[in-house]
């Protein structure tokens, strides 16, 4: 299975074990988005954090300007409706500044629960979170992969990922550094809408700059061994075409 706790020449990183983790991505107004990061980055972070949710990352989809993506972890479906209901009920944070978050969207229920596959395929992060107000946003990227499945994702398709599909990757430059799978337990904190139904497995790539990206996509269209033998495959595995996220960090994401 996959074990990684570096995967950029920039320090280490620990790999976090969060036992379930949100995958958020919202729709926003026309021209709302860095309103809500600012919002979000000065004001949701250490007040989330506070009640024991771990902010583990937070981004602009690049592929559609009015969208944010970020993620958060928590220690388990019953410490998650403990957390969400401290912030989002009794918090004072939220209590100040959730009106004004809410006034940026369009949509936010389009939130993947998920778990990761094991507990050495969380998230490697840095010890510190930037400051409010330090530095500017990092030039690296992210690359979340969605694959859709008909059915839950069992142990053969994990290590059909695991040895199929992740060497190709790793091969092109995009090493899978963390790897979840749908969480199937209800929803403990109904206020905020999850996905129902679906079946996916998420895995997550870095890459230290737009460039890194855009040579790990042209070495993968250029793979025989991924174009005429894993794609293939995988594609008869799955209901829908892979979705792929290309998302920039904002200065006080940790993943980055």
Do not use: C
């Amino acid at each position: 299975m996959i074990r990684h706790t570096t995967y950029r020449p920039d320090g280490p990183r620990a790999v976090e074990h969060w036992p379930v983790v949100e995958l958020r991505r919202y729709t926003l107004r026309p021209g709302a988005r860095e309103t809500l990061i600012d919002l979000f980055d000065r004001e949701f972070v250490e007040s989330q954090e506070a009640v024991g949710i771990r902010v583990l990352g937070q981004f602009r989809d690049e592929d559609a300007a009015d969208r944010f993506v970020w993620l958060r972890g928590f220690h388990g479906m019953h410490a998650r409706a403990e957390a969400l209901t401290a912030f989002y009920v009794e918090g004072a944070a939220w209590r100040a500044h959730g009106a004004a978050a809410n006034a940026t969207m369009i949509d936010f229920d389009d939130v993947l629960l998920l778990r990761p596959v094991t507990p050495e395929a969380g998230f490697p992060l840095p010890a510190d979170r930037p400051g409010v107000g330090e530095g500017a946003a990092p030039e690296s990227r992210i690359m979340a992969t969605v694959y859709h499945l008909d059915a839950p994702v069992d142990d053969g398709f994990v290590r059909f990922f695991d040895e199929e599909v992740r060497p190709v990757m790793a091969e092109s430059g995009a090493a899978p550094i963390a790897v979840f799978v749908t969480e199937p337990a209800e929803n403990t904190f109904p206020r905020l809408p999850v996905r129902t139904g679906v079946n996916v497995l998420v895995w997550f790539a870095a890459f230290e700059n737009t460039d890194g990206y855009r040579a790990h996509l042209d070495r993968l269209a250029r793979s025989e061994k991924w174009n005429q033998d894993v794609l293939p495959r995988l594609s008869a595995r799955l209901r829908a075409p892979a979705e792929r996220l290309r998302l920039a960090p904002t200065a006080r994401s940790l993943l980055r």
